[in-house]
């Protein structure tokens, strides 16, 4: 039997616990929305078409994508066409992405049974499917957010925060052509900022703006007296925070997942 000393022991623990596979983690959920028909029951078409889109999701992302939009119907009854979506967040890739989206698929399957329009966030992913025809249209209901503890020092912090951010909207809709964009700020009287924010890949730059800006005018509203905070809506969301949450990559301009979970207050707007 080989014999370990406590000091190596220890090494060795330290270095399994940096070490950890990005598998390991679990998608966290944040928030789901289900509207019911007021205006008829759902016929059996209709939900059969939900569980194809659903079907639909799983195998498509199989494949490597990170989002995707599909209609599932028929030409014979638009009626019960089904419109759907699903996005990873920019920074995650991979088996991470699969998962999540695999993740939400059997969550919104059971918080959603018999809904005709739904949309489930998690940290990292979204899914959403409705009746109605929503691709390349803004979105900015519902919207959910969530906030930290730490309290902002003065109210003109907010000011310098929806600068920050601001300058990350010009770089989405205006500078570059992706669609998201993270960045460090930094500042001499409060230190390190972390700016995240991405739109619906399938809007355009205006539709992206106008949904970010509609974004960004919440924050006051929800999360003003905050240091952390994140608000999303079904085209777009925003993330601010101290620690770094994302780490980019500087020569592909990509990033890989760095989740950062501190005490949060969740608030429906």
């Known amino acids: 039997m080989t014999c370990i000393s406590i000091h190596n022991f220890m090494l060795l623990l330290l270095f399994l616990f940096h070490f950890t ?3 390991a983690q679990v998608p966290i959920f944040l928030y789901n929305f289900c509207k019911n028909s007021t205006e008829k029951s759902l016929t059996a078409s209709y939900k059969s078409n939900v569980n194809k889109f659903l079907l639909w999701i799983n195998s498509d992302s199989a494949t490597g994508k990170e989002f995707n939009n599909n209609k599932i119907g028929s030409n014979n009854n ?3 066409d089904v419109y759907g979506n699903y996005d990873c967040r920019a920074d995650v890739t991979g088996s991470f992405c699969q998962f999540c989206i695999n993740t ?8 959603c049974p018999n809904s005709d329009t739904a949309v489930i966030f998690y940290d990292v992913c979204i899914i959403r499917y409705s009746n109605k025809n929503f691709f390349g249209n803004v979105s900015t209901t519902p919207s959910w957010n969530v906030t930290g ?3 902002i020092k003065d109210s ?5 925060v929806e600068d920050y951010i601001g300058t990350l909207i010009r770089k989405v809709t205006v500078e570059t052509n992706q669609s998201w964009a993270a960045s460090e700020f930094n500042s001499n009287e409060t230190g390190k900022r972390y700016g995240f924010l991405q739109c619906a890949r399938e809007l355009d730059k205006e539709g992206c703006r106008q949904c970010l800006e509609a974004v960004l005018d919440l924050v006051p509203k929800c999360c003003g ?15 601010f925070d101290d620690q770094k949450f994302f780490q980019l990559n500087e020569q592909s301009g990509s990033s890989s997942l760095k989740p950062n979970q501190g005490n949060i207050n969740i608030i429906k707007v």
């Open 21 to 23: 596979p990005t598998s």
């Open 78 to 80: 638009t009626s019960d």
């Open 104 to 111: 939400a698929v059997k969550e919104i399957a059971q918080r």
């Open 149 to 151: 503890s730490k309290k």
């Open 156 to 160: 003109t912090e907010l000011t310098k």
């Open 225 to 239: 007296t905050k240091v952390a905070w994140e608000v999303v809506v079904p085209s777009c969301g925003i993330k």
